[in-house]
């Protein structure tokens, strides 16, 4: 991915200098904002194999001020503007980049819902136009939700790209959604709540859509699609996964020339007289235009919910400012379950470790249990091999003392079979096998070169051997 030694430096710039390895390792802000500051931005680049305009969008997605085009060229005629400070992250900011796509986890920090929230007639900045102003997050979506698939049932449409504003709706129903999504993010906005696509590192997850109105539920086979990350809306720090949906009923359905047409909708044909009508009615899901909103916790272990929907004629657009109260409303709630949820998973977390530590004890002495009764029995073989060794060392002297009583051609005769006899046997020496038996002690030192992941060595044991 880089051609430089990952050891060397470059000075550039200013004349800092900063490490090649940086290539390979994650980004934080406040390198990219030196680096960035310290060479022209196709340097940059070309450090992590990207393009200049590539580390730009990157820069953008950190929240992090770069120089303006020409910036190099006034520096050397020291005309340059003053480099600007480094501005805290924003809620949803992303904190970390890397060119692989690693990214180490950060630690969570508690959301928190803004100090105080001024009054309303007073906190709303300029009302947006949604009629000729386009949220970022909406802006070339509907050809992307367009050249999708469509899923199986009702014909939600399923776009290929995953990164998206989180809507599920048809063909006839993504304009309205869109619409309503563009004007609810504004008006959001323009009461200072930033929204946003879920940044990665923090790991949110996004509630479960249940299209379908009434009682009746979803069976597995509406293959619905699902962004990669949640979008939310971040009230101080505190984020609010939102969902746009259209629904679906269940309604009554005529099987007519190869397709199902609803009965509210079929019209009989004119038929002769004696005409057999061989079509059949079943039950069919239908989109049914309305649209609803969900509005849910993305923290793990903070289970909190709300829904808007379209009925008795009343749209989603006209209910934006009772939503925007709502939510406003619902992060000290969110933010209190978050902080009891992370309190809940340090007592697990806790008790996990003490349960960890308590199989690792056993463990131990379970193991060292074995090793004294696999070293006392092998200490027992070596005692009963080694009185077979005496008794046949003292089997051969007593030969060799008979031996010496016979005449001298008998004599080297038998001395020379005994020699035959003792090679035959092998060498006798009772002291080896004492010297190869391991004690308790060695054989958990072994074991513990053999597991040294485990840290199993040092177990120290008790006294005998019972």
Not at 217 to 225: F, N, P, Y
Request: net charge neutral.
């Amino acid at each position: 991915m880089h051609n430089e030694n990952a050891g060397s430096q470059e000075s550039v710039g200013t004349g800092s200098s900063v490490p090649n390895s940086m290539a390979s390792e994650p980004l934080t802000r406040e390198a990219l904002y030196e680096l960035v500051w310290s060479e022209p931005m196709i340097k940059v680049g070309a450090r992590f194999n990207v393009s200049g305009s590539y580390m730009a969008r990157i820069c953008e997605l950190l929240n992090v001020p770069r120089p303006e085009r020409g910036y190099w060229a006034k520096l050397e005629v020291g005309t340059a503007p003053k480099k600007p400070e480094l501005p805290e992250p924003r809620p949803g900011d992303e904190i970390v980049w890397s060119r692989d796509g690693n990214l180490p986890r950060a630690p969570r920090r508690i959301p928190r819902p803004p100090e105080a929230l001024p009054a309303r007639k007073r906190r709303r900045r300029d009302p947006p136009d949604p009629l000729n102003q386009q949220h970022s997050l909406l802006v070339g979506a509907k050809p992307l939700f367009e050249k999708g698939r469509l899923s199986y049932e009702v014909g939600y449409l399923k776009p290929y790209k995953k990164l998206l504003v989180d809507i599920t709706a048809t063909k006839t129903g993504i304009d309205k959604a869109l619409a309503f999504a563009n004007q609810l993010f504004l008006e959001l906005e323009s009461y200072g709540h930033r929204v946003v696509i879920a940044p990665e590192s923090e790991q949110f997850r996004r509630n479960e859509v249940q299209v379908y109105e009434g009682t009746r539920r979803s069976h597995g086979r509406d293959d619905l699609w699902s962004p990669w990350r949640c979008t939310v809306v971040y009230i101080g720090t505190v984020a609010i996964g939102l969902t746009i949906f259209e629904t679906a009923e269940e309604a009554e359905a005529r099987y007519v020339n190869g397709k199902y047409v609803r009965v509210s909708e079929y019209v009989p044909p004119k038929r002769p007289r004696y005409y057999v009508d061989n079509s059949w009615t079943t039950k069919k899901d239908y989109p049914t235009g309305r649209l609803c909103l969900q509005a849910f916790s993305p923290y793990r272990r903070a289970n909190w919910a709300q829904v808007w929907r379209e009925a008795g004629g009343r749209d989603l657009a006209s209910q934006i400012p009772s939503i925007i109260k709502a939510l406003e409303g619902a992060v000290a709630e969110i933010a209190r379950l978050v902080e009891e949820g992370e309190r809940q998973a340090e007592i697990e977390r806790k008790e996990w470790e003490a349960k960890e530590e308590q199989w690792r004890r056993e463990a131990e002495a379970q193991r060292a249990a074995k090793a004294r009764k696999d070293s006392k029995e092998e200490l027992f073989r070596v005692i009963e091999k080694w009185g077979e060794t005496t008794n046949l060392e003292r089997f051969f002297m007593e030969a060799e003392s008979r031996a010496a009583s016979l005449p001298d051609g008998e004599r080297r005769a038998a001395l020379k079979r005994i020699q035959l006899a003792r090679g035959f046997v092998g060498k006798l020496d009772p002291l080896e096998y004492v010297l190869s038996w391991r004690t308790p002690e060695e054989r958990l030192g072994a074991r513990a070169g053999e597991e040294e992941d485990d840290g199993d060595a040092g177990v120290e044991l008790d006294g005998g051997w019972s």
